[in-house]
């Protein structure tokens, strides 16, 4: 039993210096004191790596700003060359023997990982599986429909599972809908291949086709040829705004042709 009045308790590990505490002190719901919980572990308790006066070894190998091995050195000089360098010690393999801990802006670090992570999760591609439904006996109008979308799908890098409904006496002719699959399968083997062959499933048929082409590759080109198709638009709308040059014959003075009259010749006299 804990002393009367302890809310909680803590052990140090002598080896690697984790510190194990227990949560919450005593359960008095009941009129009684006893203890509750267990050890939660420093890795459980802490996320984020230990630095500086919160690594708790005598050594550890130490690693300078640009990556250079400085050697194995106690934990007291590790940190009076980070505070000389006006830097943080930050323990980066505390499994190590001894730990590694390495010199470095610890702020800018955590931002310049925060930001790598979002892009990361950004560029991130998650393929999704959509679904198109036909009849057996599907018209040829909407078939040629949802054979757009399925293209449209395969060309923006998910899958397509297709799926036959079979209604009433039309579950006597499985024959239909695997031909009709096999027939969707041929005109879009372009853009897609047969990722699962198609099979009964209870009143349904299903198959499943999947793209030639990966989610992020697609969604490179898509991007790309969206970028083409604005750049191609602000060009003609800078085409349309241009002035148009006027002409401006009407507008100069037209040059009048001076002609010179010559002199009247004079008829002789008669005497």
């Not at 695997?178 to 099979?199: I, P, T």
């Amino acid at each position: 039993m804990y002393p009367r009045g302890l809310t909680g308790g803590g052990l140090a590990c002598a080896s690697c210096g984790a510190f194990f505490v227990w949560e919450s002190g005593y359960d008095r719901s009941d009129g009684h004191e006893r203890p509750q919980g267990g050890p939660i572990s420093a890795e459980t308790r802490f996320t984020e790596p230990r630095i500086n006066d919160r690594i708790r070894v005598p050594e550890v190998r130490l690693v300078g700003p640009n990556g250079e091995q400085v050697g194995i050195v106690p934990i007291a000089k590790a940190l009076d060359l980070a505070r000389e360098s006006d830097l943080d010690l930050v323990e980066v393999a505390p499994t190590a023997r001894p730990p590694v801990a390495k010199l470095m802006d610890y702020g800018k670090f955590k931002y310049e990982s925060a930001m790598k992570a979002r892009e990361a999760r950004r560029n991130q591609a998650h393929t999704i599986i959509k679904e198109i439904k036909l009849r057996p006996k599907i018209d040829p109008h909407d078939y040629e429909t949802k054979k757009g979308h399925v293209v449209r799908f395969l060309k923006g890098g998910d899958k397509v599972k297709v799926t036959i409904m079979f209604r009433g006496r039309e579950q006597s002719r499985p024959e239909l809908g695997y031909r009709l699959l096999q027939r969707l399968a041929q005109d879009v083997s372009e853009l897609g291949f047969v990722e699962s062959n198609a099979k009964q499933d209870g009143r349904n048929m299903i198959m499943v086709i999947g793209p030639h082409k990966k989610k992020a590759e697609a969604k490179a080109e898509l991007a790309e040829a969206r970028a083409q198709r604005n750049a191609a638009s602000r060009g003609e709308q800078a085409e349309d705004e241009a002035p148009v040059d006027e002409a401006v014959a009407d507008e100069a003075p037209v040059a009048e042709a001076q002609v010179d009259e010559a002199p009247a010749a004079e008829e002789p006299r008669s005497e």
